[in-house]
């Protein structure tokens, strides 16, 4: 296997993908990575993405669902629990999904850190990975602040306010210290 390294894809359904690449890049929590043959033990965290290798000098790839990848010698296991190739999706099938998770997510009012929140939104990037595939990505969705996970206010200038208010008290603080002494 001299200039390759030996990919593996795995889900829960068995061997998905078993190719010796030249190259291939997929997508950690901490973003993309690439790996060549002799690249150094690595472990790292799947979100959903595109994993992309070059087999026979031709540039292929898959979608995945989150799940793990490790790294070792030449070899690269991918553990997951999604997969599809190219062929296997239908856009129209896809596209109806992710109007559904959006729409879902539009109207959750539910816990943010639930697992439901968290099933529409994994519904949402695995849809959005399929169209990305298929090469008719969706155009990219304003998260609301809800989605962001950043709490919950009415009035964020109110808060921006509030912060201008906080600084001018601290610099009052400040100067009348300095003149105490």
Do not use: C
Not at 92 to 102: G, I, Q, S
Not at 132 to 146: A, F, H, S
């Amino acid at each position: 296997m001299d200039g390759t390294i030996h990919l593996e894809v795995v889900t829960p359904d068995g061997l998905k993908l078993a190719a010796d690449v030249s190259e291939f890049t997929a997508p950690s929590v901490d973003g993309e990575f690439g790996v060549l043959p002799g690249h150094v033990p690595l472990l790292a965290a799947l979100t959903t993405g595109i994993v992309s290798y070059i087999l026979g000098g031709e540039k292929h790839s898959v979608a995945v669902g989150p799940g793990f990848a490790e790294v070792s010698e030449d070899k690269a296991l991918l553990i997951t629990d999604r997969f599809i190739k190219k062929e296997d999706i239908d856009p129209v099938v896809v596209r109806l999904a992710l109007k559904e998770a959006d729409e879902a997510l539009d109207k959750f009012d539910g816990d943010l850190q639930g697992p439901e929140y968290g099933d529409l939104v994994a519904s949402e990037l695995w849809a959005a990975a399929e169209l990305e595939l298929y090469g008719d990505p969706p155009p990219p969705r304003m998260k609301t602040m809800n989605e962001l996970s950043f709490g919950m206010h009415e009035n964020y200038s109110g808060l921006a306010a509030g912060s201008e208010e906080q600084a001018e008290d601290s610099v009052a603080e400040d100067s009348n210290s300095t003149s105490a002494h």
